[in-house]
DNA sequence: GAGTATGTTATATG
DNA sequence: GCATATAACATACT
């Protein structure tokens, strides 16, 4: 589920139920989770400590703490975060705590590729996970010289967090759709024009995916996220998708609409 | 069993 | 050291 719309609405269930409350209980129900620190660790850092504000920087979701560090949750593939007035029995529930206010939230990963971990500042953990600007902070000229810094192909540099953070696998495919242009083109190679297509098309994408609650039926079949399957078709020319795997990411195309832009060297 | 999955990062390569 | 490419991580599903 988590690119940056997903993980905005996570951010906000949180920050709805724990800003200006004090963690209680902490408990680490599977240590795999915990990055680079350990379950007592963690829970010395959190118990007792009141909850500022709740902030995300592309897909990282940061909890500021009265001491000004952080408690920081990243979803990986099929991480999420659930609010619940009691504790929870589930077969991948991974972390929880109790809120001063009696309810819990609960940290779910089937997968285990999310991450919990506790960092001195936001600063440190942003230096630690390179991460680069917010996709729905980057202005347009920003945006546009540092995607066109990049020789690789374009869709693994929208990839790339320390380039712009927010921005994933399916939300990439759906801005080059929007923009006609092909994943492999070459980033440094994208005219202005094209650069600022993607840009405008990313904050569209973005922004209407965290007011539908990411729910791609409630997009407009212009849109590829619309109906993302094999076997689907392009709304503008009805040919059907084909998918390229750039970067070992599979992709999805309209071979009509996007042509490959650069030739290859 | 093979292939695939919305993410990140360690390791290899040039 | 840097930019880029690829494998690996844990688990479930088709």
Redesign the pocket.
């Known amino acids: 589920?988590?690119?940056l719309p997903?993980v905005e609405i996570v951010r906000r269930r949180m920050h709805e139920a724990m800003a200006c409350r004090r963690i209680g209980q902490v408990t680490v129900h599977?240590e795999?989770i915990l990055?680079g620190i350990s379950s007592t660790a963690i829970v010395l850092k959190l118990k007792g400590r009141s909850v500022e504000e709740v902030l995300r920087r592309?897909?990282?979701l940061m909890c500021v703490l009265d001491d000004r560090s952080v408690l920081a949750v990243?979803?990986?593939?099929?991480g999420d975060v659930q609010v619940h007035d009691h504790p929870l029995e589930h077969?991948?529930l991974r972390f929880s705590m109790k809120i001063s206010n009696g309810t819990w939230v609960h940290f779910i990963d089937?997968?285990?590729?999310g991450?919990v971990g506790h960092y001195m500042s936001q600063e440190a953990l942003l230096a630690?996970?390179?991460l680069g600007p917010d996709a729905l902070a980057i202005s347009e000229k920003e945006f546009s010289g540092r995607v066109s810094?990049?020789?690789?192909?374009i869709k693994?540099?929208l990839?790339?967090?320390s380039v712009l953070?927010g921005?994933?696998?399916?939300?990439s495919d759906e801005m080059l759709f929007q923009c006609r242009i092909h994943p492999e083109t070459k980033?440094?190679s994208l005219s202005s024009r094209q650069l600022k297509c993607l840009h405008c098309a990313m904050l569209d994408i973005l922004q209407r995916s965290i007011e539908n609650g990411?729910d791609f039926e409630l997009l407009d079949n212009k849109y590829l996220l619309h109906d993302r399957r094999s076997g689907s078709k392009c709304p503008r020319c009805a040919s059907v998708w084909t998918?390229v795997?750039v970067?070992?990411?599979?992709s999805f195309i309209c071979p009509r609409c996007q042509k490959v832009a650069s030739p290859r060297s």
Not at 74 to 78: F, S
Not at 110 to 113: D, H, M, V, W
Not at 149 to 153: D, E, N, V
Not at 247 to 250: E, I, L, Q, V
Request: net charge positive.
């Open positions: 589920m988590p690119e997903e599977d795999a990055e592309g897909k990282q990243h979803l990986g593939m099929t077969r991948h089937q997968r285990k590729f991450a630690a996970k390179r810094s990049h020789r690789k192909a693994t540099t990839l790339d967090q953070a921005v994933g696998n399916l939300y980033a440094d990411s998918t795997s970067n070992g990411r599979t």
